[in-house]
């Protein structure tokens, strides 16, 4: 993954495999997108120790703001980093062992230890993660901010066109509904439904009622409840 900019990086990807590439590919996408120059590096807490910790503590000084560490199974990278640098870490656990969905990463990134703090997110939330970073960079770039607000409205924009789709939709099918007008006089105690009123719906059958029909038409197929405190 290139480097983003003219800038130095602000916002280090460090992942725990290059097999995490995949997932966290999603955290350079965002970042690219808003402009927000990061740089991703390789550096696994149980492989390579010293690494992680020369990165850690070295990443400050090079201009990083925000850490984001993805990893998966015992995914303590987050951690590892967290301790040796005072940037802001975000966790983003990764379900990519399979054996146990993530639940193993998430818990090893989240569960971390007073005075030590990881900003876990989702499972594979690495798009996330990288929103998180914007919005902490965002308080010292108001231009960036502005950016991410473009982005909200964008996405509400969206959500809008999907909803005007749906209702569409809605419309077009809603002739399958009974009339919410339809007169809601209270069934006769017979033993099954009137024809009529499941024809409408297309749910009438020859015969054998439902359950469901036949509670309505208040057929006395439910078992009695017991009185409380009443004898076996
Ligand atoms: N991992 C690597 N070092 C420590 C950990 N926890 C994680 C990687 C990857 C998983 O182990 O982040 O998600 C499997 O790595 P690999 O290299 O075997 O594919």
Not at 116 to 138: E, F, K, M, T, Y
Not at 196 to 203: E, N, R
Request: glycine share 12%; proline share 8%; net charge positive.
């Amino acid at each position: 993954m290139a480097d983003e900019g003219r800038r130095g990086p602000l916002v280090g990807i460090v992942l725990g495999s290059e097999s995490d590439s995949g997932v966290m590919g999603g955290a350079s996408e965002v970042l690219s997108g808003l402009g927000v120059p990061f740089e991703t590096r390789i550096a696994s807490a149980h492989r390579t120790p010293e690494r992680t910790l020369v990165y850690a503590r070295t990443a400050s000084s090079r201009g990083i703001r925000v850490i984001i560490a993805g990893a998966g199974m015992a995914a303590h990278l987050a951690g590892s980093l967290a301790g040796s640098t005072l940037l802001p870490v975000i966790g983003v656990p990764l379900s990519g062992s399979r054996a146990l969905g993530g639940m193993d990463a998430l818990l090893s990134t989240v569960q971390m230890p007073s005075g030590v703090p990881v900003a876990a997110v989702a499972v594979d939330g690495a798009r996330n993660a990288a929103w998180l970073a914007a919005r902490i960079l965002a308080l010292s770039d108001p231009e960036l901010e502005k950016r991410l607000s473009e982005g909200r409205d964008a996405m509400a924009l969206a959500v809008d066109a999907s909803d005007a789709a749906v209702g569409a939709e809605e419309g077009r099918l809603s002739w399958l509904r009974p009339p919410l007008s339809r007169p809601t006089a209270a069934p006769a105690r017979t033993s099954g439904p009137t024809p009529g009123a499941t024809a409408s719906l297309g749910l009438s059958r020859a015969s054998s009622p439902s359950r469901r029909e036949r509670a309505k038409a208040g057929s006395p197929c439910r078992r009695p409840r017991r009185a409380p405190g009443s004898a076996t």
